[in-house]
């Protein structure tokens, strides 16, 4: 394989746009202010506090809270994402080339954002701390995330591995090993090559819904509205599932020696 077709793998296609869209303007979700911001109005001071310094599973916040704010979050994105897809439609047919892969890069950055604010509501940890390039386990991560909005089984089981490990460390920071090594790492590349064949088939639909001026803004805008929302829906699905959202039981030093007694 030359380095050419290499580089035109479905899987390096996906790679790409991922790390694009990690580098746009506003994409990087800051996890402290967020929380902070999203859960005033349902909690405590305190409790925010260890959300953010722990986790809000830490904390002891509710799912039904954690839910409903992440129910907020999706439809804020949900609806700025759509506005900015139909704002691409207008200009029509003689604009294609520019607008669609700014289209196309643009829901992919929203689709980051999105990620992100749903982990940091269900106790994953900060993903795009740094501001320099994705090391490779967020990509990894990230793929495992975009793949359970696109619905695929393998990166549901591989997301499932991850927050297990993830609940085993005290640093809060991704298991570098298991999203680089081992049998989570191979699901990432399929998952990878999967979403670049996706996302073709999405370029594609946008630029015949973009074709004709006006028009072209309305199906666009209705299109992302209809693809953004149910994968949301479903990676939020999927998170608020795992044991991670659960805080583990505390027991207190006098029933452990009780249990002990015989």
Request: aromatic share 6%; proline share 5%; glycine share 6%.
């Amino acid at each position: 394989m030359t380095a050419k077709e290499l580089a035109e793998t479905p899987e390096s296609r996906f790679t790409a746009l991922l790390a694009g869209a990690a580098r746009l303007p506003g994409v990087r979700i800051d996890r402290a202010a967020y929380l902070r911001s999203a859960l005033t109005r349902y909690c405590a001071d305190d409790e925010i506090r260890q959300a953010i310094d722990e986790s809000p599973a830490a904390a002891g916040i509710p799912l039904d809270i954690l839910d409903r704010v992440a129910n907020e979050s999706i439809r804020y994105e949900t609806a700025k994402v759509s506005a900015l897809s139909a704002a691409a439609g207008v200009p029509g047919l003689l604009f294609l080339p520019a607008t669609v892969p700014a289209d196309m890069a643009q829901y992919c950055g929203h689709m980051l954002r999105v990620a992100q604010k749903l982990a940091y509501l269900y106790s994953w940890p900060d993903l795009l701390a740094d501001e320099g390039e994705l090391d490779d386990a967020t990509k990894g991560v990230l793929t495992l995330f975009v793949g359970v909005m696109f619905g695929t089984q393998s990166a549901n089981a591989a997301v499932g591995k991850v927050a297990t490990e993830v609940s085993k460390t005290v640093a809060r920071k991704l298991p570098q090993k298991a999203l680089t090594q081992g049998v989570v790492y191979p699901v990432v590349k399929k998952v990878a090559g999967y979403l670049g064949v996706q996302m073709t088939k999405q370029t594609f639909a946008k630029t015949v819904s973009k074709a004709i001026p006006l028009v072209g803004a309305v199906v666009s805008g209705g299109l992302t509205l209809a693809t953004f929302l149910p994968m949301a829906n479903r990676l939020k699905n999927h998170l608020a599932s795992l044991d991670l959202t659960r805080p583990k039981p505390v027991f207190a030093e006098s029933e452990i020696i009780e249990g002990d007694v015989v």
